[in-house]
């Protein structure tokens, strides 16, 4: 389940609407960088809340074990690890303090939780054997993706108790990884080696994908000005950017290997992961224009 390369695909084109392509210029961002706290690695480092605080995995180098993390904007870490879990992933937080993320359990099989203070509700698509949730914004609305079958994931959106599938037509796998206020879902579909991002909004997709990306697109947050983040795809790489009114803008660090976007919240806070080599990565908040 990371976020370079969790989702494994490749799609036919479809005729649906496509967002206008524009060559990609770099933002001009200011970083707050972190280190993981002593013990720890950075598996992921994903959503931000509109307080700043921000959520991922951690992988404790010792015994190996991922767990999930909460950093306050202080700079304080929590880490968590779900009931009866080998894995817990945080993936997203709204500005009430939910956490949504999901949690591998002994048998192996995903599932998806919101977690406030103390108070821990899991939440399984019916009839489905992994559930994950992605997102929950300030309205308790949570995006998240079940498996359908064997070889097909599905997304979904759970509102006010109700279940909306969301399945990209034709694809094998859809991840809705992110929503706002205002209902609009973005995340990724494939059904190959090649990833596609698209945006959902009252039954209606547009695909949005950063210009010749080999290996795609994963659209990774979306805040209620309608602000996305995400990453194109390398063999082996995720290169963040931002997407505001049909314009890319590669999200750069000076020196780093690669830089990955997690999260955008609704003051323009984006969040994701600094690669400075194989074995040295940072966390960051960024703002960037």
């Not at 359908?148 to 991840?175: D, E, H, R, W």
Request: contains cysteine.
């Amino acid at each position: 389940m990371r976020l370079r390369h969790f989702i494994s695909a490749v799609i036919v084109a479809l005729l649906l609407p496509t967002a206008v392509m524009q060559a990609a210029q770099n933002a001009s961002c200011t970083f707050d960088t972190f280190s993981a706290p002593s013990g720890y690695s950075f598996n992921t480092v994903q959503g931000v809340s509109d307080d700043g605080t921000v959520v991922g995995q951690l992988v404790n180098n010792s015994s190996q074990q991922y767990m999930a993390f909460m950093r306050s904007a202080s700079g304080v870490f929590t880490e968590y690890t779900a009931p009866q879990s080998t894995t817990t992933w945080l993936y997203g937080r709204n500005a009430a303090g939910i956490n949504a993320g999901s949690y591998q359990d002994n048998l192996g099989k995903i599932h998806g939780f919101l977690l406030q203070g103390s108070t821990f509700t899991a939440i399984n698509h019916s009839g489905s054997a992994n559930t994950w949730i992605f997102d929950v914004n300030q309205l308790g609305a949570a995006s998240g993706s079940y498996s359908a079958s064997s070889s097909v994931v599905k997304g979904f959106m759970l509102a006010n108790g109700k279940c909306t599938t969301i399945a990209y037509p034709n694809s094998q796998v859809t991840y809705a990884l992110s929503l706002n206020d205002n209902g609009q879902v973005v995340g990724s579909y494939a059904s190959g080696f090649v990833n596609y991002g698209f945006s959902w909004q009252n039954g209606t997709f547009t695909g949005i994908n950063y210009p010749k990306a080999k290996y795609g697109t994963v659209l990774a947050g979306v805040n209620n000005s309608g602000e996305i983040v995400g990453n194109h795809l390398s063999s082996d790489k995720s290169f963040g950017f931002i997407y505001v009114n049909g314009v890319f803008k590669n999200i750069v660090y000076s020196g780093a290997s690669y830089t990955m976007a997690g999260g955008v919240n609704n003051n323009g806070l984006v969040s994701g992961l600094i690669v400075l080599s194989g074995t040295n990565t940072l966390g960051y908040t960024a703002v960037c224009k």
